[in-house]
């Protein structure tokens, strides 16, 4: 594949928060503008997508299926690799991360159990310090993937939307809770056909975003996304501040406090 191995000496803590890289990315996966969503277009691979910096022993790495399809077999994978994305050339990326990019890299990979990664579901997923891969699904009992996975030098989270999962976004770990009930925004009998006018929901990719946060100002959600966001984590997904309101910017003017009262708001 032409990447290169990074040593854990040029490894340095991580001070950013978790993004997906912008350019180390299968062939059918659309990022959002803050590389928080990834998407996979269309078939069922070619979904492979990196973080953007290495990820430490022990770190969580938190995100939400957004999107579950059926009609395919076999779902999400998650696992670590030494390739550091910044040195993959994206054409060369193999169409699955399990067995191809296992066999072609340093790369520890394994599926989410089937049925733990369906629509709104939150999955965490780490290495420990002896090299064992471990998944935690809407904070139930952790389980163990892989043990197999060599420390030593810098790790790199690696997913696959593959199969019946179609959308994932990083979630922050720090956040104050996390839901673990399948949202209505995102299960295939309320996905709505695609709405081409306006700038398009940066979390579901399918209505129009139409929506403002209080006090952050971020325009990226559809009305659905955003009062659920707004009600499961309370904080923005794109600058992670605390969402104090919810305003639509289309349509009446109200204003959705945070205990979920309607206010007219004044002309």
């Known amino acids: ?20 890289h912008a350019e180390a990315k299968g062939m059918q996966v659309h990022l959002d503008a803050q590389r928080c969503t990834a998407r996979r277009n269309a078939t069922f691979h070619d979904g492979i997508v990196f973080s953007q910096r290495p990820v430490l022993p022990g770190e969580r790495v938190v995100l939400r299926v957004v999107w579950h399809e059926g009609g395919w077999y076999g779902g999400l994978r998650v696992g670590f690799t030494r390739l550091d994305p910044a040195q993959v050339s994206a054409p060369s990326l193999p169409p699955f991360v399990c067995p191809d990019l296992e066999l072609q890299s340093p790369t520890w990979a394994a599926m989410v159990p089937e049925g733990c990664a369906l629509a709104g579901d939150v999955v965490c997923f780490w290495v420990s310090r002896r090299g064992r891969l471990f998944v935690r699904v809407n904070g139930g009992r952790r389980l163990l993937l892989r043990k197999d996975v060599l420390m030593g030098a810098p790790l790199w989270a690696v997913m696959d939307v ?17 839901p673990s009930t399948v949202p209505g925004a995102f299960s295939d009998q309320a996905l709505q056909p695609e709405d081409t006018t306006g700038e398009e929901c940066a979390v579901c990719f399918h209505h129009t975003a139409n929506t403002y946060l209080v006090p952050c100002g971020h325009t990226h959600l559809c009305s659905s996304c955003a009062l659920r966001i707004f ?20 349509g009446p003017p109200t204003l959705r406090t945070e205990e979920g009262h309607l206010i007219q708001m004044a002309n």
Not at 5 to 10: E, M, P, R, V
Not at 233 to 248: D, T
Request: proline share 7%; with cysteine.
């Open 231 to 250: 009600r499961d984590l309370a904080s923005c997904p794109v600058c992670r501040r605390e969402i104090k309101a919810v305003i639509p910017v289309r």
């Open 1 to 20: 594949m032409g990447a290169q191995l990074t040593s854990l000496a040029d490894a340095k803590a991580p001070q950013e928060t978790l993004r997906f």
């Open 162 to 178: 593959y199969g019946t999962t179609k959308a994932i976004a990083l979630l922050d770990p720090t956040a104050r809770a996390f």
